[in-house]
C-alpha cells in the first residue's frame, strides 16, 4: 500500500497509535516527507530507500524493536550506530554479572548450550533452529533461562534474541570518508576556537575597512589595496561564523539536518565565501607585494610609479577571476554538497580534478612570488654601510612575520589537498577540519593587523576618526602634528635630492612597509 507511492506525501501521526505491528515498514519510493512519532516501537524492518523527501527522522527512542534499516541517506545511518532495542538496554541494566554467566556458558559444549522456547521462535531465527536443537521444557534443561534469571524477573520479557548473541541493529547505507558520523566541526575544542577566530577575523578587518574608507586623506594604492584585502579576509570571516552558527543549531543532531545543509541554500553560499575570499585575499597579497617591490626598485623614477589607475583594472581582474573560481562548483564543476564545511572537495570527474589542481597550484605560485619579492625587495635596500642596523633589522623582521604568516596558511593546506586531488589522501576529513579552523583563516587574522592595524598610518587615521566621534582628541592632534613636520621635512629633503641611494631606498621601504 506504501510502498512505490509517489504521491504519499504525509502519514497522520496517530495513524499507528494504539496498532498491534507493524513489523516490517516499507516506505521505499515515496514522497513522505516525515513519519508518524506514535507506533513505531514494534517496527523491527524499516525500508525507505529512495525516499528522498524523507530528511528528517523520528526521535530515536520512538525507534525501540529496530533491528534493520535501510534507508536513502547515509547520515541518518549516523542515528542507528550506538541504538540499541529497549529491551536489550533494559535486561543489560538490571542483570550485572549477565556478561560472566555467557562466558561461562559459551564454555559449554554444544549439546549444553541453553536455548529459548522452541515456541517462542520467529522467522528471524529460523536459521538458529534449524542448527541446534531447542529446549522445550525449561525444567528439564539445566541450562535454562532460570539458570541466570529469577521467576519473578522474567515475567514480561520476550526473548527474541539470544542473550549471549544479542542482535545489533543494523542500518545502509553506511556513511562514507567524506561524511563520517560527526557534527560539522567534530572536535569540540573546534567549536570554540571557530568562534574567537570568526570574530577577530570580522571585527578586525571590519575596523580597518571602516578607517580606510572613512579617511579623509587620499585614496592611494596601497590604501585603495588594503581596502580589497579587508573586504576578502571580511568574507572569510563571514564563512567561519556561517559555519559556526550552523554547528552550534545542530550539535549533537547533525545527521537531521545533513541533507537540508549540505544541498540547500546555505551550504552553497557558504562555500561561494570561502573559495571567493580566498582566492581574493592570495591575488590582493601578491599585487601588494608586487607593488611594494615596483616602488622599492623604481623609487626615483616617478613615470614609472604605479597610479591609481593601474591598479583599479588590476584589481578588477582579481574580482573577475575569484568570482568565476567561486561560481564554478555552482555550475557543476566539483560540488560544495560533498562534506558538511562546504569546501569544493569532488574530484570524481577529471574537471572537477583540474579544477582543484588549478586552485592549488595558483597559490603555490602567489606563495613563491610573494615569497620573491621580498628576497629581492630585502636583497636591494640591505648596505651595512650605508642603512643603519635597526632600519635593517626591522625590515628583515616585517618581512619575515609576513612571509610567515603566508606560509603557515598555505603550506599545510597545498600539502594535503594536493594529494588529496591526486586521489591518495593523507588525512581524513575529520582531521582536515583541524586544518580549516587553525591554518586555513590565518591569513584573514593576521592580515588587518600586519598590513594596516600596527602601521602608524592607520593608527593616525583611526585616532583621527575617533576625534571626530569626540575621543582621543588630544591624541589625534599629536598626529596631525607629527604628520605635518614629517611632510615638511620631506619637502625639504626632496627639493635637495639628487640621485638615488640605498639609504633613501630604506627609508622608502620602511615607508612603504608602514603604509
Not at 507493524?22 to 516501537?41: F, K, N, Q, W
Not at 571557530?194 to 575597512?209: K, R
Not at 552553497?268 to 617591490?293: D, H, K, N, P, Q
Not at 570524481?348 to 582543484?356: C, D, V
Request: charged share 15%; with cysteine; aromatic share 12%.
Amino acid at each position: 500500500i506504501l510502498k512505490d507511492n509517489k504521491n504519499l506525501r504525509r502519514i497522520h501521526n496517530d495513524a499507528l497509535r494504539g496498532a498491534t505491528g507493524p513489523d516490517v515498514l516499507d516506505i521505499s519510493s515515496t514522497a513522505l516527507e516525515s513519519l508518524p512519532s506514535y507506533g513505531l516501537e514494534a517496527i523491527q524492518v524499516l525500508n525507505a530507500t529512495s525516499s528522498y523527501s524523507l530528511k528528517r527522522l523520528p526521535p530515536l527512542d520512538k525507534f525501540s524493536s529496530l533491528l534493520e534499516a535501510v534507508l536513502t541517506y547515509p547520515s541518518h545511518c549516523c542515528a542507528f550506530r550506538n541504538l540499541r532495542t529497549e529491551k536489550q538496554n533494559s535486561l543489560l541494566s538490571i542483570f550485572d554479572n549477565f556478561s560472566k554467566e555467557c562466558e561461562s556458558t559459551m564454555r559449554k559444549p554444544t549439546n549444553e548450550l541453553f536455548y529459548r522456547d522452541d515456541s517462542s521462535n520467529t522467522s528471524l531465527w529460523a536459521a538458529e533452529k534449524n542448527t541446534y536443537p531447542f529446549a522445550t521444557n525449561e525444567e528439564t534443561s539445566p541450562y535454562s533461562y532460570s539458570a541466570i534469571f529469577d521467576d519473578s524477573e522474567m515475567p514480561g520479557f520476550d526473548f527474541e534474541y539470544d542473550f549471549c548473541q544479542p542482535k545489533i541493529l543494523t542500518c545502509t547505507p553506511e556513511p562514507d570518508a567524506f561524511n563520517p558520523c560527526e557534527d560539522i566541526l567534530g572536535y569540540s575544542f573546534l567549536r570554540v576556537l571557530i568562534w574567537f577566530i570568526n570574530i577577530l577575523a570580522i571585527t578586525g578587518n571590519f575596523t580597518v575597512l571602516l578607517v580606510l574608507i572613512t579617511s579623509h586623506y587620499k585614496l592611494t594604492v596601497p590604501r585603495f589595496l588594503m581596502c580589497n584585502l579587508s573586504f576578502a579576509d571580511f568574507c572569510m570571516g563571514l564563512y567561519l561564523l556561517l559555519i559556526a552558527s550552523v554547528d552550534a543549531q545542530t550539535s549533537g543532531q547533525y545527521y537531521n539536518h545533513a541533507i537540508d545543509w549540505q544541498t540547500g541554500g546555505g551550504c552553497s553560499t557558504a562555500g561561494f565565501f570561502t573559495v571567493f575570499a580566498s582566492e581574493l585575499s592570495v591575488y590582493t597579497l601578491t599585487v601588494i607585494t608586487i607593488e611594494r617591490w615596483h616602488t622599492i626598485t623604481y623609487a626615483m623614477q616617478l613615470d614609472r610609479k604605479l597610479r591609481l589607475r593601474h591598479a583599479v583594472p588590476i584589481m578588477l581582474g582579481g574580482w573577475i577571476f575569484s568570482i568565476l573560481i567561486a561560481v564554478l562548483p555552482l555550475l557543476g564543476v566539483s560540488s560544495y554538497m560533498k562534506v558538511s564545511i562546504c569546501l569544493p572537495m569532488d574530484i570524481e570527474t577529471g574537471l572537477s580534478q583540474a579544477y582543484i589542481l588549478l586552485i592549488l597550484v595558483l597559490n603555490v605560485v602567489a606563495f613563491i612570488v610573494i615569497c620573491a619579492c621580498y628576497i629581492k625587495i630585502y636583497i636591494a635596500v640591505q648596505n651595512p654601510e650605508l642603512v643603519a642596523a635597526n632600519k635593517d633589522t626591522k625590515v628583515a623582521k616585517r618581512m619575515a612575520i609576513l612571509i610567515f604568516t603566508d606560509f603557515t596558511c598555505m603550506a599545510p593546506i597545498s600539502f594535503f589537498a594536493i594529494s588529496a586531488a591526486f586521489k591518495v589522501p593523507l588525512i581524513t576529513v575529520t582531521n582536515s577540519k583541524i586544518l580549516l579552523v587553525l591554518f586555513y583563516p590565518v591569513n584573514s587574522c593576521a592580515n588587518p593587523f600586519l598590513y594596516a592595524i600596527f602601521t602608524k598610518a592607520f593608527r593616525r587615521d583611526f585616532f583621527l576618526l575617533m576625534s571626530k566621534l569626540g575621543c582621543c582628541k588630544s591624541r589625534a592632534e599629536l598626529y596631525k602634528m607629527n604628520y605635518f613636520s614629517a611632510y615638511t621635512s620631506n619637502c625639504k629633503n626632496g627639493s635637495s635630492a639628487t640621485a638615488p641611494s640605498k639609504a633613501s631606498q630604506a627609508l622608502l621601504l620602511l615607508s612603504a612597509l608602514e603604509k
